[in-house]
């Protein structure tokens, strides 16, 4: 299983950064991925979920309307689209998935919102 982030960065508050997560190794389509974060100084959290047939869950209210995760299961690649960023998004965001209740993780790709 590799899972592998991209899209990271630094941007201004209100901005838009879209992440990727390319995912090999595995049958990506059958499988729910998710996207994680990890702020400075605090445990990682879940931010959304996408099942194999795109159903979407948000785990916090304040990534609701914000931020939005898809999948393209031909290009066996997961997507979050970030708008309306805030300073306390700032994180490294992990791409997700359990299989055979072992959780793989990507490296991650930091996400820095400052002006």
């Known amino acids: 299983v590799q899972l592998v982030e991209s899209g990271g960065g630094l941007v201004q508050p209100g901005g838009s950064l879209r992440l990727s997560c390319a995912a090999s190794g595995f049958s990506f389509p059958i499988y729910t991925m998710g996207w994680y974060r990890q702020a400075p100084g605090k445990q990682r959290e879940l931010v959304a979920r996408i099942t194999s047939v795109g159903t979407t869950n948000y785990a916090d209210d304040s990534v609701k309307g914000r931020f939005t995760i898809t999948r393209d299961n031909a290009k066996n690649t997961l997507y979050l689209q970030m708008n309306s960023l805030t300073p306390e998004d700032t994180a490294v965001y992990y791409c997700?998935?359990?299989?055979?209740?072992?959780?793989?993780w990507g490296k991650g790709t930091l996400v820095t919102v400052s002006s």
């Open positions: 997700n998935v359990v299989r055979a209740n072992i959780n793989y």
